[in-house]
């Protein structure tokens, strides 16, 4: 440095700083509903959400609502019942069955008569439980197989252990049941 020179010293002041739990935007529903369930967030930054009789998606970091698109039967208001595979598809469990969705615009793949809370498996594999277990085919809405026929949750979604075993509460006398996913029957 140079005798006599003089040190500038730029200080940047954060003009857009943001505050924790600062509202940036909100969404509501663009019919008469009201949303039935909490939004679930995809892997592609939109966020989906049911308004019977409606599916919607809106972009997470704008809020800009990009389509809405009417289901079959009205989405229940349980865990697992709006869910998003790892292809992108969006998957209702409806009165009528599960209703499954192209995430992207939206257009309807499939209804399949199974119904109750969803859980996705690592290859993608919808497991549905109300009454028995179901595995379904995420590409054409088939039920693959029928574990059993119980008094499950059908309130509550499987849960997926790693181990290729599915554990789901039963009803009636409070028990967990231990399901090999890999063949449908009772581990």
């Not at 019977?52 to 970091?61: E, G, R, S, T």
């Not at 209804?111 to 054409?140: K, Q, W």
């Not at 119980?150 to 075993?165: E, F, H, K, Q, W």
């Amino acid at each position: 440095m140079l005798a006599g020179a003089g040190a500038i010293w730029f200080v940047a002041v954060a003009s857009l700083a943001q505050t924790a739990g600062e509202l940036k935007w909100q969404v509501r529903s663009p019919n008469p509903s009201v949303f039935s369930l909490a939004g679930t967030l995809g892997t592609n930054g939109l966020i989906y959400g049911t308004a019977w009789p409606d599916l919607i998606a809106w972009d997470a970091a704008s809020g800009a609502l990009l389509w809405s698109t009417n289901m079959d039967g009205r989405p229940l208001d349980y865990p697992g019942s709006l869910v998003v595979g790892p292809e992108g598809n969006v998957y209702v469990n409806t009165t009528e069955g599960l209703e499954a969705f192209n995430g992207t615009t939206g257009a309807k793949l499939w209804t399949s008569r199974a119904h109750g809370p969803i859980s996705i498996g690592p290859d993608g594999t919808l497991y549905v439980t109300a009454g028995n277990l179901e595995a379904v085919d995420p590409v054409t809405g088939n039920i693959l197989w029928t574990s059993f026929s119980s008094d499950t949750s059908s309130y509550a979604p499987i849960v997926l252990g790693a181990n290729g075993r599915g554990y789901i509460g039963e009803m009636s006398d409070g028990s967990i049941l231990a399901v090999d996913l890999r063949s449908g029957g009772e581990a």
